[in-house]
């Protein structure tokens, strides 16, 4: 907390209120895992056929694609976390490669309907 009271603090003395810089706001954030294991199995192809899919439908201006070093879950890579109004929490597609791109975008970029073949599911967290 006292990192952030000294930032406040910072920008206060320059005569700032809040960050000069805005966040763009999106309908969707996507972000793609580039790890070793993710990259070793095709991550970079899977990210490439997103970005091509939404360009051609229209859907990039509206939609953040991120690639992010590990998402974990590793052995089931490419994994790809999609952030949108329809799960607080993401929607999590694992093993994700280019033949399923075009129905992810289609359906839940486009019409807001997650895959439920292709999502995974989740399961509770373990009590302590």
Same mark, same amino acid.
């Given at each position: ?13 320059? @005569? !700032? ?11 969707? !954030? ?5 790890? @070793? ?25 509206? %939609?953040?694609?991120? %690639? ?7 052995? !089931? ?8 109004? %329809?799960? *607080?929490? @993401? ?16 359906? !839940?970029?486009?019409? @807001? %309907? ?9 399961? *509770?967290?373990?009590?302590?």
């Amino acid at each position: 907390m006292e990192v952030a009271i000294s930032s406040k603090k910072k920008r206060k003395e320059r @005569g !700032h209120d809040s960050p000069a810089a805005k966040v763009r706001d999106y309908e969707a !954030h996507v972000l793609v895992c580039a790890g @070793g294991d993710c990259k070793k199995r095709g991550a970079k192809d899977t990210r490439r056929a997103l970005k091509a899919a939404l360009r051609a439908s229209g859907l990039l201006g509206e %939609t953040r694609v991120d %690639t992010v070093d590990c998402l974990g879950l590793c052995k !089931h890579g490419p994994n790809a976390v999609v952030y949108d109004g %329809t799960n *607080p929490k @993401g929607t999590w597609y694992l093993g994700l490669d280019e033949s399923d791109v075009l129905e992810v975008v289609d359906e !839940h970029l486009g019409r @807001g %309907t997650p895959v439920s073949r292709l999502a995974a599911e989740r399961r *509770p967290r373990k009590k302590s």
